[in-house]
């Protein structure tokens, strides 16, 4: 199993970015998936999760209507759609690999990616 995210970097406050997770080892469309972040000196948060076909999406307060997270299950790719972006989004952004195809937060996680660092800083 593999987890690869991409897309992070340096963004002005109001701001947008596209995270990407590129996806291998296993059969993508038998799993939720789900993104966290962890700022500098905090813990994990969690920020969306989504069903094997993405026919349902869940996010955290503070990012409602900001983010949006989507998925392509024939090339293996969840994304992450962050607008109107805030210093206080700046994180390391991470894909998670739910345990099977419900919601990830309630069926648990199992595989993460390395994470992509995003910084939101004028």
């Known amino acids: 199993v593999q987890l690869v995210e991409s897309g992070g970097g340096l963004v002005q406050p109001g701001g947008s970015l596209r995270l990407s997770c590129a996806a291998s080892g296993f059969i993508f469309d038998d799993h939720g998936m789900s993104w966290v972040r962890q700022a500098p000196g905090k813990r994990l948060e969690w920020v969306s999760d989504m069903t094997w076909n993405g026919g349902s999406v869940y996010y955290g307060e503070s990012m409602k209507g900001r983010f949006t997270a989507s998925r392509d299950n024939a090339k293996n790719v969840v994304f992450l759609q962050m607008n109107s972006l805030k210093p206080e989004d700046t994180a390391v952004y991470y894909c998670?690999?739910?345990?099977?195809?419900?919601?990830?937060?309630?069926?648990?996680?199992?595989?993460w990616g390395e994470g992509t660092l995003v910084t939101v800083s004028s």
């Open positions: 998670a690999r739910g345990r099977g195809r419900g919601t990830p937060g309630l069926v648990g996680m199992d595989y």
